[in-house]
């Protein structure tokens, strides 16, 4: 059974850092392309980054370019999403998605950036 579980989300202030984790199970991590979204109330979802299989490319939302990394440490089947200089607009649900070839979808974690 695929299964995608995030951690890390939380209140911060504006300028401030998070790290979103994600822990994927029952399926090759390491063969697949892992994405982060996210989704504000009043929005349409948002692709953030993806990062193609293991050591492939990256690629970034221009709204978060310079400030998100994805990345991901293969012996733990973890995917995560380091976030910095954050904003009020980075505030939203981020999920974890298992992109290609195995797709599902993580559970979510809240992200709040206010001061």
């Known amino acids: 059974q695929v299964q995608l579980v995030e951690s890390g989300g939380g209140l911060v202030q504006p300028g401030g850092s998070l790290r979103l984790s994600c822990v994927g199970s029952?399926?090759?991590?390491?063969?697949?392309?892992m994405s982060w979204y996210r989704h504000a109330p009043g929005k349409e979802r948002e692709l953030v980054a993806f990062?193609?299989?293991?050591?492939?490319?990256?690629n970034y939302a221009d709204s978060v370019k310079g400030r998100f990394t994805i990345s991901r440490d293969n012996a733990k089947n973890t995917v995560y999403l380091q976030m910095n200089s954050l904003k009020p607009e980075d505030t939203a649900m981020y999920y974890c998605?298992?992109?290609?070839?195995?797709?599902?979808w993580g559970q979510g974690t809240q992200v709040t950036v206010s001061s």
């Open positions: 990062e193609i299989r293991a050591g492939g490319s990256t």
């Open positions: 029952g399926f090759n991590f390491n063969r697949n392309t």
């Open positions: 998605k298992a992109t290609w070839p195995i797709q599902s």
